[in-house]
């Protein structure tokens, strides 16, 4: 299957635009549970933790948070799913938040002008071809005493997107560490975060937890 692919932004973009009026399914609704519970578990967050939530599609994983996070700020570079998100701050499924298109692979975005105890993202960064550099603005983000919550792909053999994907294939764990720590990240522990099932099979999840 073949995406376009925009250079330009050295973003790939598998129409997610299109994609974010049906993104909220049973399937990603509970993959947002357990991703959620499995964040709370290591980092017991509660209502003065600021969140930053990167690439958050429809805010599935911040609406499965519920109130036990703060104040959130939830980024994503796609127009329609950030609509979604809106929808659910007015309609008070997404409590204290604010949506933001920020991209943080553009090498000249402004980043806020604030700071947060929990970034989180999750499948968004096999996406991110300038990976380090998103790393270290997560790190940029982060309050000295926070954590950074990577979920996303083990490395798989990249039927999951298909032929054109010019994004990564997965992560090594290991690889991964290593570049979280080259960026300045410390006390990376990376653990199983259940799986994903896809066209062409399921898909093992990984939970990376890092200290700025
Ligand atoms: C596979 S979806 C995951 C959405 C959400 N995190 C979830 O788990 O349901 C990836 C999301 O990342 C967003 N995204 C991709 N590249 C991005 C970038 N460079 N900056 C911000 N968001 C990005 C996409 O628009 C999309 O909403």
Redesign the pocket.
């Known amino acids: 299957m073949a995406h376009d692919h925009d250079a330009t ?1 050295d ?3 598998p129409n ?1 635009d299109d994609k ?1 009026a049906s ?1 909220d399914d049973p399937a ?1 609704r509970e ?2 549970r357990l ?1 959620a519970e499995s964040i709370v578990g290591i980092v017991s967050p509660d209502r003065t933790t600021r969140l930053f ?6 805010g ?2 911040t609406e499965a948070f519920g109130g036990r996070v703060g104040p959130a700020l939830l ?4 127009a329609g ?1 950030r609509e979604v998100m809106a929808t659910k701050v007015l309609d008070g499924r997404l409590r204290d938040a604010r949506v933001t298109d ?5 090498p000249d975005a402004v980043l806020p002008d604030e700071r947060f105890d929990l970034v989180v ?4 960064l096999h ?2 071809l300038d990976l380090d550099l ?1 790393l270290s603005r997560f790190r940029t983000l982060l309050e000295p005493t926070g954590h950074l919550c990577i ?1 996303d792909l083990d490395a798989e053999d990249g039927s999951f997107h298909g032929d054109g994907f010019v994004g990564h294939h997965g992560f090594e764990r290991e690889a991964l560490r290593s570049r979280l720590e080259s960026v300045g990240f410390s006390d990376v522990d990376i653990t199983d975060c259940g799986h994903v099932s896809h066209d062409d099979g399921t898909f093992s999840l990984f939970l990376a937890v890092a200290r700025p």
């Open positions: 932004a973003v790939y973009n997610f974010a993104w990603k993959r947002a991703v939530e990167y690439g958050a599609g429809t599935l994983v980024a994503d570079s796609s799913m920020l991209d943080l692979s553009v993202t999750v499948m968004v996406h991110v998103v979920v």
